[in-house]
């Protein structure tokens, strides 16, 4: 079966240290993997995408996520976090069309808050 | 294109009413999903569709919601009648399987109000 885990439902981190956010997935296909933002009260905006082009991938507001197939993880990183950085944030795996399955597997999310 | 476009924004309605929310999906994708989004059960998928035919509907939750994609540019979901517990933000994606793009593009959601 496909899935999606983020290891951590919630995130706390002072204002401009770094900031780490866990997504491991399981698939038995090549994945197509994707970070998403849900600020409070709005739609998801996707932040950065990876697929199977280069590992290490960049996305808007400071944001990058490296795909480590030999670890199945795809974690989220920014150097410095910024109060306009507290969201939720989605992991997600589209899987290919023949593969039986659902194509879009989320994770359950990552509320990350940012201290002053 | 414009993205994915729902409508209303939001909705306040009375318990046992009918609600039909609308999704337009983005021209040329071949999957669209709903979503409902709640504070106690986060993101949940309903139901999706490949090229307008309903894929999996196990997560609609009871026989009140039906959803429907009469062509590849207009899906509704419905409930009928509607109850308190059924407030939530709902949302509409769709997304493509071959090309570059194939992430899953959100409209901004229909909130949904049961009073």
């Known amino acids: 079966a496909q899935s999606v885990t983020q290891l951590d439902s919630h995130v706390s981190v002072s204002e401009g240290t770094p900031v780490l956010l866990r997504c491991n997935y399981s698939s038995s296909y090549s994945p197509s993997l994707f970070w998403y933002v849900q600020h409070p009260n709005k739609g998801l905006q996707l932040l950065l995408k990876?697929?199977?082009?280069?590992?290490l991938v960049k996305g808007i507001n400071g944001f990058e996520a490296e795909f480590k197939k030999s670890e199945t993880s795809f974690h989220l990183t920014k150097p410095s976090a910024h109060m306009s950085d507290a969201a939720e944030y989605f992991c997600?795996?589209?899987?290919?069309?023949?593969?039986?399955?659902?194509?879009?597997?989320f994770g359950k999310g990552t509320r990350l808050s940012v201290i002053a | 294109d414009a993205g994915v476009i729902q409508s209303p924004r939001h909705e306040v309605t009375e318990m046992g009413q009918e609600v039909t929310l609308r999704c337009k999906p983005i021209s040329g994708h071949d999957y669209l999903f709903w979503y409902r989004q709640t504070m106690m059960r986060g993101l949940e998928l309903l139901i999706y569709f490949n090229n307008n035919v309903p894929i999996d509907d196990s997560g609609m939750p009871e026989d009140r919601f039906s959803a429907k994609m009469p062509n590849a540019s207009f899906s509704t979901l419905k409930i009928q009648p509607s109850e308190p517990r059924d407030s939530a933000v709902y949302f509409c994606a769709s997304h493509r399987t071959t090309g570059v793009n194939t992430e899953a593009f959100f409209g901004q959601g229909t909130r949904l109000t049961v009073v």
């Open positions: 997600v795996v589209t899987l290919p069309r023949n593969s039986g399955n659902t194509p879009l597997v």
């Open positions: 990876y697929t199977s082009a280069a590992t």
